[in-house]
């Protein structure tokens, strides 16, 4: 079976509507077929500054939410990075063979540490895409499915997994980005040209799944929209209506061009309150199930124990060939 990889931080206590539509959705379809390895990745987090009692929270929090959303442990490997020693160790090789220049180059880092300036910067942010490379690469994954603004990240890994196996022969897979085109960018609700983000986007642009449904239905009622008032899908022209559309049709499983004729004759406003009730239809329950693992630390901690447990099976054999392809003395 296929491996794929995924992660998300903790860096927030919630979740947004951007990671589940462009990350977590398909994390939960793909666990059917594929060998499905899924973590909360503490150690990217520390990237930025954290407060150590809510990252500890925020983690267990992380986990429930993606139980919540539907991983099952017995159908995908769910553990924390941080259990997992070998990604910090295996980081290490990644970054003697990644260049300086290279690294340079993620677009990624020059938005998040134009945030910090250079005083507030961390060496860690800057290498973060190599220890994501080190993540994907640890689990010979074929796929990873993540939203658009990590494929820069899935490209590096691409090349430095075959730099790696140029040079010492064939021992990595290269594994390939699953981004699906329709939500791989939900984009801020105040700000219809950047990306909904945990770390960046105003309380007011921001769905939270956590919060009180009724708090994130006012958000998409007063969502910007575009001049005109026709609703019709076009990325240049109306960024925010295409925003909600896009969003509408992921929820609600209709074509983009199903609610524009759906939509014909009413105004924006008609968009946004279906978008309210069809988000507080499926944020409740995801809300309920969330709060039953959130109830149960000790059954939480047992999962991610396990998961762990597994994930270091596949993660130590990795890591013990790449030692010894690269030359190291193994240990007596
Ligand atoms: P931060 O701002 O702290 O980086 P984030 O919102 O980007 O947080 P991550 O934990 O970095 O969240 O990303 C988890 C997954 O969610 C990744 O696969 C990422 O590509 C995806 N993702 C994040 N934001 C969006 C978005 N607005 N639309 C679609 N996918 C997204
Ligand atoms: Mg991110």
Same mark, same amino acid.
């Not at 079976?1 to 992660?7: F, M, N």
């Not at 993620?106 to 080190?134: C, H, N, W």
């Not at 199903?258 to 014909?264: K, M, R, S």
């Given at each position: 079976?296929? =491996?794929?990889?995924?992660?998300i931080?903790?860096?927030s206590?919630?979740?947004?509507?951007?990671?589940?539509?462009? %990350?977590?959705?398909?994390?939960?379809? @793909?666990?059917?077929?594929?060998?499905?390895?899924?973590?909360?990745?503490?150690?990217?987090?520390?990237?930025?500054? &954290?407060?150590?009692?809510? @990252?500890?929270?925020?983690?267990?929090?992380?986990?429930? &939410?993606?139980?919540?959303?539907?991983?099952?442990?017995?159908?995908?490997?769910?553990?924390?990075?941080?259990? !997992?020693?070998?990604?910090? &160790?295996?980081?290490?090789?990644?970054?003697?063979?990644?260049?300086f220049?290279? #690294?340079?180059?993620?677009? *990624?880092?020059?938005?998040?540490?134009? =945030?910090?300036?250079?005083? /507030?910067?961390?060496?860690?942010?800057?290498?973060?895409?190599? $220890?994501?490379?080190?993540?994907?690469? @640890?689990?010979?994954?074929?796929? !990873?499915?993540?939203?658009?603004? *990590?494929?820069?990240?899935?490209?590096?890994?691409?090349?430095?997994?075959?730099r790696?196996?140029?040079?010492?022969?064939? +021992?990595?897979?290269?594994?390939?980005?699953?981004?699906?085109?329709?939500?791989?960018?939900?984009?801020?609700?105040?700000?219809?040209?950047?990306?909904?983000?945990?770390? %960046?986007?105003?309380?007011? /642009?921001?769905?939270?799944? $956590?919060?009180?449904?009724?708090?994130? %239905?006012?958000?998409?009622?007063?969502?910007?929209?575009? +001049?005109?008032?026709?609703?019709?899908?076009?990325?240049?022209?109306k960024?925010?209506v295409?925003? $909600?559309?896009?969003?509408?049709?992921?929820?609600?499983?209709?074509?983009?061009? *199903?609610?524009?004729?759906?939509?014909?004759?009413?105004?924006?406003g008609?968009?946004?309150?279906?978008? #309210?009730? $069809?988000?507080?239809?499926? !944020?409740?329950?995801? &809300?309920?199930?969330?709060?039953?693992?959130?109830?149960?630390? #000790?059954?939480?901690?047992?999962?991610?124990?396990?998961? #762990?447990?597994?994930?270091?099976?596949?993660?130590?054999?990795?890591?013990?060939?790449?030692?010894?392809?690269?030359?190291?003395?193994?240990?007596?």
């Open positions: 079976r296929p =491996r794929v990889l995924s992660g931080q903790p860096t206590g919630s979740f947004h509507l951007g990671n589940y539509l462009g %990350a977590v959705r398909q994390w939960v379809d @793909l666990q059917k077929d594929n060998d499905a390895f899924y973590m909360v990745v503490d150690l990217h987090a520390i990237t930025v500054p &954290q407060d150590p009692a809510t @990252l500890r929270e925020n983690t267990r929090v992380s986990a429930a &939410q993606l139980l919540g959303a539907g991983l099952d442990p017995d159908h995908c490997t769910l553990f924390v990075q941080s259990h !997992v020693p070998e990604h910090a &160790q295996l980081a290490w090789v990644m970054n003697c063979l990644t260049g220049g290279e #690294a340079s180059r993620m677009t *990624q880092f020059k938005d998040k540490s134009s =945030r910090y300036g250079a005083e /507030g910067t961390t060496v860690g942010l800057f290498t973060y895409p190599i $220890l994501q490379i080190a993540d994907i690469l @640890l689990y010979q994954a074929d796929a !990873v499915p993540v939203g658009e603004d *990590q494929r820069q990240h899935v490209e590096i890994t691409r090349d430095i997994a075959e790696f196996n140029t040079r010492y022969g064939r +021992t990595l897979t290269v594994p390939k980005p699953y981004i699906l085109k329709e939500t791989a960018k939900i984009q801020d609700l105040q700000d219809p040209a950047v990306k909904m983000s945990k770390s %960046a986007s105003s309380p007011k /642009g921001l769905v939270s799944l $956590l919060d009180d449904p009724k708090a994130s %239905a006012k958000k998409f009622k007063s969502a910007v929209t575009d +001049t005109g008032t026709v609703v019709s899908y076009d990325e240049e022209g960024p925010g295409s925003n $909600l559309l896009r969003v509408h049709s992921a929820l609600s499983g209709q074509s983009v061009e *199903q609610l524009v004729a759906h939509f014909e004759g009413k105004m924006y008609a968009l946004k309150t279906e978008l #309210a009730e $069809l988000f507080t239809e499926w !944020v409740t329950p995801f &809300q309920e199930r969330t709060r039953l693992f959130l109830d149960d630390p #000790a059954e939480l901690d047992r999962v991610l124990a396990i998961g #762990a447990e597994k994930a270091r099976e596949v993660a130590s054999v990795t890591l013990e060939t790449v030692y010894d392809r690269i030359g190291f003395l193994p240990a007596a």
